[in-house]
């Protein structure tokens, strides 16, 4: 009997099955790169169903957030910043979050 493996989406927090992860998440449409494997990921939140990963609180609609994708800090402001405050990857890690 295999393993199963969870892959948790940084952006929005879905909690995926499978053997690799979902390209987009079917929350909120992050690209698979923003998935990492459940028991890799620092204080990983519990699980959720799909029901309550749709639930999202309400945005600053005059604000732009962006997720780091190494370790899901999310930045508010019009670009990224340029190295991440907590895991101090380029800013090349981070990429928009998106609210529907």
């Given at each position: 009997?295999?393993?199963?493996?969870?892959?948790?989406?940084?952006?929005?927090?879905?909690?995926?099955?499978?053997?690799?992860?979902?390209?987009?998440?079917?929350?909120?449409?992050?690209?698979?790169?923003?998935?990492?494997?459940?028991?890799?990921?620092?204080?990983?939140?519990?699980?959720?169903?799909?029901?309550?990963?749709?639930?999202?609180?309400?945005?600053?609609?005059?604000?732009?957030?962006?997720?780091?994708?190494?370790?899901?800090?999310?930045?508010?402001?019009?670009?990224?910043?340029?190295?991440c405050p907590?895991?101090?990857?380029?800013?090349?890690?981070?990429?928009?979050?998106?609210?529907?």
């Amino acid at each position: 009997m295999g393993t199963t493996k969870h892959w948790v989406c940084l952006a929005c927090g879905f909690i995926y099955e499978g053997d690799e992860p979902p390209d987009p998440c079917p929350i909120c449409l992050a690209q698979k790169r923003a998935f990492y494997p459940r028991n890799t990921m620092p204080d990983a939140p519990p699980l959720k169903t799909v029901e309550e990963s749709k639930v999202k609180p309400v945005p600053d609609p005059g604000a732009k957030h962006w997720v780091c994708i190494t370790c899901g800090h999310i930045h508010e402001g019009d670009e990224p910043p340029d190295t991440c405050p907590i895991c101090g990857v380029s800013k090349d890690a981070f990429y928009p979050r998106q609210y529907y």
